[in-house]
């Protein structure tokens, strides 16, 4: 069966400090991945999506980056944090063009002080 | 741009009893994917029923079943013999056909009381 794994589960960085976020998928191949940010009391907001390696698409301008250096891996980065980028971080995958469900990961809670 | 709105912030209801959480949406598409996520209070998103719009007949999952009218733009969630593993959030979401993303509403969180 197919599980998805984050890490870290919390997170509390100071303002201008970098960030790396890790989500890994097993028992699949070639998902597609994707990265979603709650913010407190709020919905999910898509943030980057990725149909294969190297392959990234950004949905929301912001001083976040994606990468995605292996087939089941996709990363979330930032070279400096800003106090807005607080919230959880959720990494999702789907079997692409097999199957439209979205299934999720634990999640990150990332507090930026 | 696609839009998904749950008017009821909260909702409490009785162990054993049936409710309602509603959803409605807005699209110019004919074709299209409508979900229901829980989040409990550990937060991870859990797949709780999907609807294609293709399908006229109304979605079930055990205790879970939808009301999709697809001309009212609306898709509700009932929730039978309500129980305490239910109080979570409840997410309702919309996914285009050509393109995998996910649209949010705000969510509608429930009290499943003793």
């Known amino acids: 069966s197919q599980t998805i794994h984050q890490w870290p589960a919390t997170l509390v960085q100071p303002v201008g400090s970098p960030l790396s976020l890790e989500c890994t998928v097993e028992g699949t191949s070639n998902p597609n991945l994707y990265w979603y940010r709650q913010a407190a009391g709020r919905g999910l907001q898509l943030l980057f999506y990725?149909?294969?390696?190297?392959?990234i698409s950004s949905e929301v301008p912001q001083n976040l980056s994606a990468s995605r250096p292996q087939d089941r891996q996709f990363i979330l980065s930032s070279k400096k944090l800003l106090l807005s980028d607080s919230g959880f971080y959720l990494c999702?995958?789907?079997?692409?063009?097999?199957?439209?469900?979205?299934?999720f990961g634990p999640g990150t809670r990332l507090t930026v002080t | 741009a696609q839009t998904v709105t749950q008017s009821q912030p909260e909702m409490s209801v009785q162990e054993a009893e049936t409710v309602t959480l509603s959803c409605t949406y807005d699209?110019?598409?004919?074709?299209?994917?409508l979900f229901w996520y829980k989040q409990p209070p550990s937060r991870q998103m859990i797949l709780v029923i999907r609807?294609?719009?293709?399908?006229?007949q109304n979605a079930t999952e055990n205790r879970f079943s939808v009301n999709f009218q697809k001309a009212a733009k609306s898709f509700s969630l009932k929730i039978s013999d309500s129980q305490l593993g239910d109080t979570a959030m409840y997410f309702c979401a919309f996914m285009n056909t050509g393109f995998q993303k996910l649209v949010f509403g705000t969510g509608t969180r429930l009290l499943v009381s003793p």
């Open positions: 990725s149909v294969g390696i190297g392959q």
């Open positions: 699209t110019s598409e004919s074709n299209y994917y």
């Open positions: 999702a995958w789907s079997a692409g063009t097999v199957s439209y469900e979205q299934y």
């Open positions: 609807q294609e719009a293709y399908k006229q």
